[in-house]
């Protein structure tokens, strides 16, 4: 047997958590998880207005220029969509209750604005958009911005399954089939 697979099995049935360290009771555990992830999602979903977006100027000669002057419309909607989304999440987490589909769309919406920062800013900015370190624009923040926005739409969950979550939880579409789902874990197949 692999080390990986050793591991796993090891791992998954041998593990015990004392009763003391339980969040809500025995067997409760996927609920734990799901709210803990829901509310992870409330809290990433609070950093949109933070977005690095470099606005059009002078130096990228692009004031005029009617696509970043739309880009930057779609980024404004976008940016009032998740805000009026992350504070309801809040609220409900405040009140003991699940953010429901509100954190879903906040935090769908941030790692879309991400990308639409990500677009615009370098482009905004002309050449100096791809400079990095303290003598570029903004200290470098744009270049960090591009490079690190891929992790936004992965944090807190991809975005794909924040769509099947707004999808089945919010709009009330059917879940995808799921042959394992009264299964327990260490007997669910697997390609090893």
């Given amino acids: 047997m692999n080390g990986a697979a050793h591991f796993s099995e090891v791992f998954f049935t041998d593990a015990r958590v004392s009763l003391d360290d339980l969040s809500g009771g025995e067997g409760d555990g996927w609920g734990s998880a799901v709210a803990t992830r829901a509310f992870e999602r409330a809290g990433l979903s609070s950093r949109v207005p933070a977005q690095v977006v470099a606005t059009p100027g002078d130096k990228g000669g692009m004031v005029d220029d009617p696509t970043i002057r739309q880009d930057l419309a779609r980024i404004k909607a976008m940016g009032s969509t998740a805000n009026w989304a992350a504070p309801r999440a809040r609220a409900a987490a405040k009140a003991g209750q699940q953010p429901g ?15 639409l920062a990500r677009d615009l800013a370098p482009r905004s900015l002309g050449a100096a958009g791809m400079l990095g370190g303290n003598d570029a624009p903004r200290s470098g923040a744009v270049t960090n911005m591009v ?10 969950g991809t975005d794909e399954i924040h769509r099947n979550i707004i999808a089945e939880r919010g709009l009330g579409l059917p879940q995808d089939i799921q042959v394992d789902r009264d299964m327990p874990f260490k007997e669910v197949p697997n390609s090893g």
């Fill in 101 to 115: 589909p509100f954190a879903n769309l906040a935090k769908l919406g941030a790692s879309t604005i991400g990308r």
């Fill in 147 to 156: 490079l690190n926005q891929p992790a936004s739409s992965i944090a807190g």
